[in-house]
């Protein structure tokens, strides 16, 4: 089992940056595919971006390439994502998740799961 937490949301403008972190705990994180996704009012929850166990590989949905980072340190078991120029677009809750060996970015694949945390990003 694997425990996530996420901290980072709040309230910022268009144009300003914010920083998600995700503390995990339980089983070791290092051998986890690690991602973020985010969910809108009324829309369903959608892939943000993905990173493997170690690291060296990333992967972004198009409309956060750019602007968004994930990253991850396993020493300290945690995942991160750097979010600038955000938009109010990219106003939504966003939700840490891990996976076991995985290259898909349906939350479906994912079987571990953080509470969320709301991201504002007014206009």
């Known amino acids: 089992q694997v425990q996530l937490v996420e901290s980072g949301g709040g309230l910022v403008q268009a144009g300003e940056s914010l920083r998600l972190s995700c503390a995990a705990s339980g089983r070791t994180f290092s051998g986890y595919v690690g991602a973020w996704f985010r969910q809108a009012p009324g829309k369903e929850r959608e892939f943000v971006a993905r990173?493997?166990?170690?690291?060296?590989?990333?992967c972004y949905r198009d409309s956060v390439k750019g602007r968004f980072t994930i990253s991850r340190d396993n020493a300290k078991n945690t995942l991160a994502l750097q979010m600038n120029s955000l938009r109010p677009e990219d106003t939504a809750v966003y939700y840490c998740?891990?996976?076991?060996?995985?290259?898909?970015?349906?939350?479906?694949?994912?079987?571990?799961w953080g509470q969320g945390t709301q991201v504002t990003v007014s206009s």
């Open positions: 998740a891990a996976a076991r060996l995985t290259f898909r970015n349906d939350p479906g694949a994912y079987a571990y």
């Open positions: 990173i493997t166990w170690t690291g060296d590989s990333t």
